[in-house]
């Protein structure tokens, strides 16, 4: 059954746990997370969402009381077997909660990783740079000051100016954590225009805190809670209240949160 | 709650606390104004006796020649390049080895590891020793148990292990300062440690480390008792031909003649200790205009 599953799916998760020293964060999660789709998670605050995320590109390898064990597998092969984790990581891009703009120029933010590839040439950087950002709807935006700090841009322009530096390095994997934390409506759903495009060429994976972006976006959902993945499914479906758990329900309807 | 007449009365109640708020608050700067003019008068007047007493010694000869007389008369070459080979010679072994241990420390080691926190703690501690203890340190290490004899080396080596734990903390306070985000944004787009270090953490370090580096110059030039036993003479007839030999030192050469030597005229102490008042001085204000030239670059 392993092979057939393995080849359908861009990451596929079997009994993934993950403990802080003697805390379990995440217990016994499986799942499947299919190619160009955009898969949801949604749960509280703690829920083991993040953890989650850490232990699909490793970094867990960076952490000291972070274990984990079950398995992560990446177009089938084991993330742990990954013989060169940076590597691993340069195929997922991540974006976090609150944009991290490193202190650098709009347009080094979006180099650094291609430079940290070991690419030299200056037409090749100048093309990375300007298409990802013009894919993360931030082109026009800055194309006239990108000599400009990057902390200096509006946080809206600051998430998607990390999420240009995450597709310079042409991720097959793009995961966000709550992106929207620190965000404007307004920018809000232009990044979320971006993704709906983004999905054709890559698989996203959305932890999000607002219920209505996982509607939004999601082609399936998981619903986390107190560690344990509650449920997965078609998000039309468990939006329309087709849901095996009550809790389920409860969360998308906003009864606790 | 009586909606509107509270509103008022507090609104009141509220100008009254901040009246009596900012009598305090004057008070305070008042109080906090006297205690900051009181620790600048220390200094004012030792510039005063400094220029009054040791200015008239001053001149290119007395920079630019040997003591004579019995070093009751002429200049202080010798002591003031000795000064200078023994604070470039330390800060060329310490600074290389200071900054890559505070790298290891902050970015490299297990934080939470009890070895690691043992060389924190003790590093923190070596970096409060007495000069005197790091003196008999590099007298019984270099002098005697690696034969390096007295010398420029030992000497400038013992300074080193003087300056080595302030150079590592500094380096590790400012390496700490750097935002864990940047790291964890590098590291997730597939950087290794050091490319991280590299490209982010140490750029943005960079003015923390070298504050902390250019402060132990003036630190090396002043000390007496780490040199005393290891390297620097009270008077030597010829300049040093190489690292092996001993030198003369401003620091010492003070001492010498205002404590051994009898018939010194008073201006030549005064002179010399305005000398290196003036390297201190300038080394400080450098490294505090590096530190707002830096910091008004900074990113973040
Ligand atoms: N580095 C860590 N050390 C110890 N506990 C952690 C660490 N990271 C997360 N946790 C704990 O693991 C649980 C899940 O956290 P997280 O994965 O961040 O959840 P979420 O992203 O859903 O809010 C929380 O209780 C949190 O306190
Ligand atoms: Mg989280």
Known sequence: ?257 | MHPAATIDTNRFGAEAINLKNAQVQKLVMILLGIMATVLVIPVVMIVITLIQRGGPAISWAFLTTFPSNGMTAGGIFPALLGTVWLVAISLLASVPLGVAAAIYLSEYAPQDHWLTRVINLATINLAGVPSIVHALFGLGAFVAFFHLGTSILAASLTLAVMTLPVVIVASWESLQSVPQAFREACWNMGATRWQTIWHVVLPNALTGILTGIILQVSRAAGETAPIMFTGAAFFLPHLPSGVMDQTMALALHLFTISTQVPGVPDEIPFGVALVLFGIVLVVNTFSIWLRMYLRSKKKW
């Open chain 1, 1 to 257: 059954m392993s092979s057939t599953t393995l080849s359908v799916s861009k990451i596929s998760v079997r009994n993934l746990t993950i403990r802080y020293g003697s805390f379990t964060a995440l217990s016994d999660v499986s799942l499947e997370i299919p190619p160009n789709q955009v898969f949801g998670i949604i749960g509280p605050a703690n829920s083991g969402k993040t953890s989650f995320l850490n232990a699909i590109n490793r970094m867990d390898m960076m952490r000291s009381n972070m274990q984990v064990t079950g398995s992560v597998h990446f177009n089938g092969v084991d993330v742990r077997s990954w013989r060169n984790v940076y590597a691993l990581r340069s195929k997922i891009g991540v974006v976090f909660p609150l944009p991290v703009g490193l202190p650098l120029s709009i347009y080094d933010n979006v180099a650094l990783s291609p430079r940290l590839r070991g690419l030299t040439d200056k037409t090749q950087i100048d093309e990375i740079v300007e298409r990802s950002l013009r894919r993360a709807a931030l082109w026009d935006e800055v194309k006239d000051r990108l000599t400009s700090l990057g902390s200096l841009l509006s946080g809206g322009q600051q998430q998607r100016l990390t999420i240009a530096r995450a597709l310079s390095q042409d991720p097959e994997v793009l995961m966000l954590d709550e992106f929207s934390i620190a965000v404007d409506p307004v920018t809000t759903m232009r990044i979320e225009d971006v993704l709906k495009e983004l999905k054709q060429q890559m698989t996203v994976i959305l932890v999000t805190n607002l219920v209505q972006q996982a509607n939004r976006l999601a082609d399936q959902t998981a619903f986390f809670l107190d560690g344990r993945c509650v449920e997965v499914g078609e998000t039309r479906a468990l939006f329309d209240g087709q849901v095996r758990d009550q809790r389920t329900n409860d969360y998308i309807e906003g009864r606790f949160g």
